[in-house]
Structure formats: C-alpha cells, structure tokens
C-alpha cells in the first residue's frame, strides 16, 4: 500500500482557512483531520475527541518527555500539541491527513517530517484582510489592529511554505487546496505500483 | 510578472495522451502547445503552424549547430525537434506551455531545463494496453505486438517522471492533468508577489 501525505495548513485569521478546509473535507471525506492534545478546559458545546482531546497537563507533559508530538506550542498558559502516533498511523494506513497549525507548529513538523506538504491560506489583499478582521465593525479599533498585526507577522512567513492558495472567491480556494492534495498523489511515488502492474503483465 | 512552467507530457500509443491533451487545453486554453519543427513532407490535410512547422533539412541543421532546440530526434530519416525560443518566449510572457514528446525527447528536455515538470500518461492496465492497440481488430497479431512493445519500452521509463496520470476514466484523467498544472501554479515560487503585496500595505 501507498503512504499517505501530510498536508500542513496555515493561514492567519481571516483567511478563510477553516471554511476552505471544511469546504475540501465535505467533498474528499477520505482526508482525514489531525486532532490536536490540549490542555484547556473544556468549553460549552466542545465534544472529546471531536476536534481536541482534552487532556492533563501532567499527560502532556508526559508526552513531551517521550518525545510523542510532532509539535507543541504554549497558549495563555495552557499546552496545544499534535500527537505523532495517530498522524503515523493514518499514513501508514494510505489515507492523507491535513495538520491545521499556525507558523511555529508548522516548521517543527517541518523538522520532523520534511516530506510533508505545507500549504498558507491567503487573504488577497491587505483591504480585504483588515475588513474580514473588522468583523461586523463592532471591535474597537486597537483589537482590530492587534489582529492585523498577528495576521500580518504570520503572512510574512508565508515563504516557508510549499503553496500559497489565496482565498478571495470560496470556491476557487476550496478547488485550489485539492487540486493541491490530488496532485500529490499523482507523484511518482504514489504511482510505481501500477507501472510494475502493466510491466508484470507483458 | 511570474515566469510560466513547462510541463512535459509523454505516453505510450494506447494511452490516449492526445484525447487527455485535448480536454485539458480545451477547458484552459491560456495553455500553450508547443509546436515541433519537421523536415518530412507536408501530409494532405496538414497546416504549417498547425501542429508542426515544416523546415528544411539543411534549416534543421543549422538550428541544431547553434544549439537552437531544447530537443530532437530522427525518425524514418527525417529531424524532429522542439526550437528553444518560442518555449522561452512563452515562459516569459508568464504563460504554461505542454510540449508533447516521447520519453528520449523528455530526457533531453530535463537535462537542459531542469525545471521542466514531467507528467507520463499510462493505460490502466496491460490488458486495457493490448485492448487499445488491437484498434478496430483489424490489425494482424504481429502489428499489435510490435505496438505492445514499443509502448511498453515507453512505459518501463515511465519512473523517469514526476507525476503519473493513469488514463481510465478519460474525463478524470483530464482532471488529473489540470490538477497538476494548476497546482504548479499555486507553488511558493509562483506566489512570491500577493505575499509582497499584501505585506507592502501594512
């Protein structure tokens, strides 16, 4: 059996990231989605296992120790990670996975696993960037620049990444980001089986 | 202004290649073909500029002394080549180009622009080859062989490739072909100036 990829996905807010890889998942349901290890409390309406597991900070601790994420990160006091066994298993199994994380995450994976495929969701351009923060125009405009300011220090290291999509129609970056996974998988290394197949035949 | 990619097709008869050309260059037609410069005789029903210009041998072979084609073959005693200018041109005009050659022709192009991205168009199977070949049932048993294996000398180099398109269902092997074009599109390399943009703004 193939391996399967691993996608990397970053994108400040406002980029439209979530909605663009909930778009690419409803139409390629064979994706799978990496579920992050945290810390935090749950919230109202948050499910175990859904979109995090929610565990001790004595556990993660625990995993850090062992070396078992393939990244972690510090948020308001609480740890986010990404475990390495479950994204392991899903590649082996032949079925791709994406990694939602932001820059800092995203060059650890790098370092542990340069074969995976890292992909920046973009807004596209600087106006629609700051509208889309402005929200409904409620937020003062100090929480607005201070979003501006954290999407614009990730935009600037968009370079580290292999493809950039930018979002500025829905469904042209829904089409580009699977153009991006199904491509992948026409690779080469994807492929030898079925060129041994045909020549095994003759 | 970005640079254009080149992309190379190559695939054995019985692979469809050119129905696969057709439907992509149909639902984008941005993308240019490349068009091959011949010395055999003009073939009833052919246009010069069509599909191929008709030269001189003695022209031939002046352009192969100044080291004017990307590559070239000989055929039945008559040259075969792709000049390098109109491909130049047209990358730096920004635009994506296919040059459609066979595997010795790819191996040439790669040598002189590493950059090229190369794409192998494969039946899905040896017995759908074989099924192919036959055509109409009219051919005799030895022409089919001499077919079978031409096409699968050309597959056995198929690993010389960076992406593989298995040529089943014609309409998604169409959409394996443009999701590799347009993915190129979206590499960081394409992508260096809406980072810039957006980033200049602020």
């Given at each position: 059996m193939n391996r399967g990829k691993l996608f990397i996905i970053s994108g400040p807010?406002?980029?439209?990231?979530?909605?663009?890889?909930?778009?690419?998942?409803k139409k390629h349901p064979e994706i799978k989605l990496s579920i992050s290890s945290i810390t935090r409390d749950m919230r109202v309406g948050e499910v175990e296992g859904e979109k995090y597991h929610f565990i001790s900070r004595d556990e993660f601790e625990e995993m850090l120790k062992n070396d078992?994420?393939?990244?972690?990160?510090?948020?308001?006091g609480n740890y986010y990670g990404t475990p390495k066994a479950p994204v392991e298993e899903?590649?082996?199994n032949g079925n791709d996975m994406?990694?939602?994380?932001?820059?800092?995450?995203?060059?650890?994976?790098?370092?542990k696993m340069p074969e995976a495929i890292s992909i920046f969701i973009m807004p596209p351009s600087f106006e629609v960037?700051?509208?889309?923060?402005?929200?409904?125009?409620?937020?003062?405009?100090e929480l607005v620049n201070k979003r501006l300011t954290a999407a614009l220090s990730e935009?600037?290291?968009?370079?580290?990444?292999?493809?950039?999509?930018?979002?500025?129609?829905?469904?042209e970056a829904?089409?580009?980001?699977?153009?991006?996974?199904?491509?992948?998988?026409?690779?080469?290394?994807?492929?030898k089986?079925?060129?041994?197949?045909?020549l095994e035949k003759c």
């Open positions: 807010s406002g980029s439209g990231k979530d909605t663009i890889m909930q778009g690419a998942l078992m994420l393939l990244e972690h990160n510090v948020f308001v899903c590649l082996a994406i990694l939602e994380i932001d820059v800092n995450g995203a060059a650890q994976v790098r370092e960037l700051k509208k889309r923060l402005s929200g409904r125009g409620t937020e003062t405009e935009i600037a290291r968009a370079k580290e990444y292999d493809y950039i999509v930018v979002n500025d129609v829905i469904d829904i089409d580009d980001l699977l153009s991006i996974i199904l491509s992948e998988r026409l690779r080469i290394n994807r492929q089986q079925i060129i041994d197949e045909v």
